[in-house]
């Protein structure tokens, strides 16, 4: 089954890391026959949460809330890659995922964390597990964990170890497993 999954980076830093493994994920995804468009906060320039997309009036709102809400909207499940800043969720995550709501239920997410030291942002990855569930994206019970992200991957996005390809395969499998089921499931209703 060919699937929508959105891949949502959290870092707009001049010299992140993030964006590595946000395009090791998007060639995975499309690797596998899916459309994996990459969610890049550092270009859709979103200010601060001002108006979520369903505050607009219909049609009004910005062009690229407009675009991710249409593509949120044919999403079977989103790939949210996420830094750790101390120990938590990057501002520039929370603030890209709080202009939406509904457009994300009835979905399911996966985590990629990442980060410079050994733990690869884990702990941030707890919180946002928290955070997508109350979005209505649960995420799925594997994370991908990446540390020392910037060894792991080039800045083309290719795993320089080999571990990592292994771990990207058995996460997708899950994630994809959970987006076909709950695009079947879609396909007959939602309860509201
Ligand atoms: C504000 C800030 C806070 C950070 N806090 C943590 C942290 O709590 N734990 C950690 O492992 N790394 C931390 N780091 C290091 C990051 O893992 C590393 O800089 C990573 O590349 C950040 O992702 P980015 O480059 O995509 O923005 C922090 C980095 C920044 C900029």
């Known amino acids: 089954m060919s699937l929508t999954v ?10 992140r890391a993030g964006i590595r493994a946000a395009r090791f994920l998007v060639a995975q995804l499309e690797a596998r ?5 990459l969610v ?7 200010p601060l949460l001002d108006r979520m997309y369903k505050e607009y009036p219909k049609g009004q709102a910005p062009e690229p ?24 969720i990057p501002p520039a995550l929370s603030n890209t995922l709080d202009h939406f709501l509904e457009e994300y239920f009835w979905r399911p997410s996966g985590i ?10 884990v702990r ?10 109350e979005l209505g994206t649960p995420s799925i019970p594997s994370l991908l964990p990446i540390p020392r992200v910037q060894k792991a991957l080039s800045e083309a996005g290719e795993p320089a170890e080999d571990w990592l390809g292994r771990a990207a395969k058995k996460f997708l499998d899950e994630l994809t497993w959970y987006a076909e089921a709950l695009k079947t ?5 939602t309860p509201y």
């Open 6 to 15: 959105p891949v949502i980076l959290g870092s707009v830093r001049a010299d």
């Open 33 to 37: 026959g899916h459309a994996a468009p």
């Open 40 to 46: 890049d906060p550092a270009e859709l320039q979103l």
């Open 65 to 88: 809330l407009e675009r991710l809400a249409a593509l949120y909207r044919r999403a079977d499940a989103f790939v949210v890659v996420s830094a750790e800043y101390n120990h938590s």
């Open 112 to 121: 990629v964390c990442y980060s410079a030291g050994q733990y690869g942002g």
């Open 124 to 133: 941030a990855a707890m919180q946002l597990r928290a955070m997508l569930a």
């Open 185 to 189: 499931q879609r396909a007959g209703g």
